[in-house]
């Protein structure tokens, strides 16, 4: 069996019941989100908010958590997005 990391594609996918609302995260297209809560209904999809123009915007944007890269980052914005 392979172990996964956080830069592998199905990483936050596996280890979705990890994901926490404020973690900042870069995305597969290099966006930068930050989880804002689950999709209703949906076992897997959260909102986010989009790292634009310096500061969160919320659009009702979704991702699924295979669309996540790496390790939580800190908040541009100045809150810690990193994991505890």
């Not at 123009?53 to 541009?76: N, T, V």
Request: net charge negative; charged share 25%; proline share 8%.
């Amino acid at each position: 069996m392979t172990t996964l990391t956080p830069n592998d594609p199905d990483y936050w996918y596996v280890h979705k019941h990890e994901l926490e609302p404020g973690m900042v995260f870069r995305t597969t297209d290099n966006s930068l989100v930050k989880l804002d809560g689950r999709v209703p209904g949906d076992g897997t999809q959260w909102y986010v908010a989009e790292w634009c123009g310096g500061s969160w915007a919320y659009m009702d944007s979704k991702i699924e958590p295979g669309e996540l890269i790496g390790l939580p980052q800190d908040d541009p914005a100045g809150k810690s997005g990193a994991a505890r």
